[in-house]
């Protein structure tokens, strides 16, 4: 697994204007319209290190952007992370103790574990639970494409496929299966949730280009819902991939089997992986790979398995 630090064209910004938020909790700020309308919840730096949607809400916080209905919520989730930021090692400020994206379950917060994440998250929750549409923005450690990730219900589908990017759609017929993320949060978590949960993979953690796409995929968000001016472009042409498994990490000796950054393809039974003695192969033709790990850390995710469907 390579160790080539990445040119780093987006570097973090203080984000202490905007720690008060006015909701009563941290770096939150929700905007009424006071006409109907959705509400819509536009979350950013659920990991540390994942600048482009720092730069996405940042740019509607100081455009001072308001809806034009329903409710606009803007958040930074994992700020305490994103302020240990080290250039020289610019992975590790993802998180602190806990991936703030797989503790989302009744199980997490309210158990008696502690972590600066889950207190965070804690927090972050009453804001979550009253959002009905959520975004949620990521990037990726290798400088891949950009793809949408949700479960595969059509409260998502409708959403993502009516917006012009990204062209690539990861959906979860079984959820994750490595922990529960913020977009299945509560009510989000069935088939019948209050409204689109999505996340949005802009491109490699730390170029512009990944920005820019943060941020174009936030507007057509908003326009999609009637909060902003402009209408969402629809889309052109889109691949479509099923999640099949989550691989995690058994032990230290975790490798691939040649290098992989993401989309590469196995046939039926081909080696992707050896985890110490385990063996990963491709449950089918045409397996493509998801986020293959950078590193192997022992209970984390090392890759996911896909199949592209119609």
């Not at 103790?97 to 889950?118: A, F, I, K, M, Q």
């Not at 402009?230 to 099949?244: C, K, N």
């Amino acid at each position: 697994m390579t160790q080539t630090l990445p040119e780093l064209q987006v570097l973090p910004r203080d984000l202490s204007a905007y720690k008060a938020g006015n909701t009563g909790i941290e770096y939150v700020h929700r905007f009424e319209s006071g006409k109907p309308g959705p509400h819509v919840m536009i979350n950013a730096l659920t990991h540390g290190n994942e600048f482009c949607g720092m730069v996405a809400v940042c740019n509607l916080l100081d455009r001072g952007v308001r809806p034009k209905r329903g409710t606009l919520t803007l958040s930074f989730a994992n700020v305490q992370a994103y302020e240990t930021f080290d250039p020289a090692n610019p992975f590790d400020s993802r998180l602190i103790t806990h991936n703030l994206n797989r503790v989302w379950s009744r199980e997490w917060l309210d158990g008696s574990e502690d972590s600066s994440e889950l207190r965070r998250a804690r927090a972050m929750r009453p804001a979550v639970s009253a959002a009905e549409h959520i975004l949620d923005i990521h990037s990726t450690s290798q400088d891949v494409v950009p793809f949408w990730v949700y479960p595969n219900f059509n409260r998502n589908s409708s959403v993502a496929s009516a917006l012009a990017r990204p062209e690539v759609h990861l959906v979860m017929p079984k959820g994750l299966g490595s922990g529960v993320p913020l977009i299945e949060h509560g009510l989000h978590a069935g088939a019948d949730g209050p409204g689109a949960g999505l996340v949005v993979e802009c491109g490699q953690h730390f170029k512009q280009a990944t920005a820019d796409m943060a941020t174009a995929v936030a507007q057509d968000f908003l326009s999609h819902f009637g909060m902003l001016d402009g209408v969402a472009q629809p889309p052109t042409r889109q691949r479509r991939f099923e999640l099949l498994q989550t691989y995690v990490i058994q032990s230290s000796e975790f490798a691939f089997t040649r290098e992989v950054i993401g989309f590469e393809t196995y046939a039926k039974d081909e080696l992707i992986a050896t985890d110490g003695e385990l063996e990963l192969r491709a449950p089918c033709d045409d397996c493509t790979i998801f986020m293959p790990a950078r590193v192997s850390i022992v209970g984390r995710e090392g890759v996911y398995l896909t199949r592209p469907i119609e």
